[in-house]
């Protein structure tokens, strides 16, 4: 059933990153959107029944980014780059900052990975939007589960956070316009 169930949300999920993509894809990105899309679908495919963001989808992510910014928004390549390396190093200081403070992961090495590359595509100014609309998304997800009697959460429980950041980046690349500020986009 689970599978069955998966495979069911996947197919939707991608009717959804294809509609939105006609819908709201930057000006020149729809090829590029279209293929974004593709890779935040199969990570978070990936991270929710495995807890692992394969590298290779991740440098995927990232190297697209960096090809969209070589061909559309050139004059704007510090800003993109920035919020790669920020992005990754952000989220390494706080898996690191977690590790040093409770003796165990809670974030892994995938999330802060995505992030960066996520970074790349909307540039530093869309970091701080993207972990907003991913923090709010997984707290809503974990509460509404754990209210439904779906899932048991505490202190100790794994929850994949490489869905939420992939939804967040999706939620800030297309809506860009709305939640950066003008020239950053």
Same mark, same amino acid.
């Given at each position: 059933?689970?599978?069955? =169930?998966?495979?069911?949300?996947?197919?939707? $999920?991608?009717?959804?990153?294809?509609?939105?993509?006609?819908?709201?894809a930057p000006p020149?990105? #729809?090829?590029?959107?279209?293929? +974004?899309?593709?890779? =935040?679908?199969?990570?978070?495919?990936?991270?929710?029944?495995? #807890?692992?963001?394969?590298?290779?989808?991740?440098?995927?992510?990232? +190297?697209?980014?960096?090809?969209?910014?070589?061909?559309?928004?050139?004059?704007? %390549?510090?800003?993109?780059?920035?919020?790669?390396?920020?992005?990754?190093?952000?989220?390494?200081?706080?898996?690191?900052?977690?590790?040093?403070?409770? *003796?165990?992961? $809670?974030?892994?090495?995938?999330?802060?990975?995505? =992030? *960066? @590359?996520?970074?790349? %595509?909307?540039?530093?100014?869309? #970091?701080?939007?993207?972990?907003? !609309?991913?923090?709010? %998304?997984?707290?809503?997800?974990?509460? $509404?589960?754990?209210? #439904?009697?779906?899932?048991?959460?505490?202190?100790?429980?794994?929850?994949?956070?490489?869905?939420?950041?992939?939804?967040?980046?999706?939620? !800030?690349? =297309?809506?860009?316009?709305?939640?950066?500020? @003008? $020239?950053?986009?």
């Amino acid at each position: 059933m689970h599978n069955k =169930l998966t495979f069911w949300l996947t197919g939707l $999920g991608a009717c959804l990153v294809a509609a939105s993509s006609l819908l709201f894809a930057p000006p020149g990105t #729809l090829i590029l959107t279209l293929c +974004l899309g593709g890779l =935040l679908l199969a990570l978070s495919v990936i991270d929710a029944r495995t #807890l692992t963001l394969p590298d290779p989808l991740t440098a995927s992510t990232a +190297l697209l980014g960096i090809l969209m910014v070589w061909l559309v928004r050139p004059e704007a %390549w510090r800003a993109h780059m920035i919020g790669g390396l920020v992005g990754y190093g952000v989220l390494v200081a706080v898996e690191i900052g977690y590790r040093h403070l409770r *003796g165990r992961d $809670g974030l892994g090495r995938g999330d802060a990975k995505l =992030l *960066g @590359a996520l970074g790349i %595509w909307t540039g530093w100014a869309g #970091l701080a939007p993207i972990m907003l !609309v991913a923090s709010m %998304w997984a707290l809503l997800g974990v509460l $509404g589960l754990t209210l #439904l009697g779906q899932r048991k959460t505490d202190a100790n429980t794994p929850i994949p956070f490489g869905p939420f950041i992939a939804f967040g980046g999706w939620a !800030v690349w =297309l809506g860009g316009r709305f939640f950066l500020p @003008a $020239g950053l986009y």
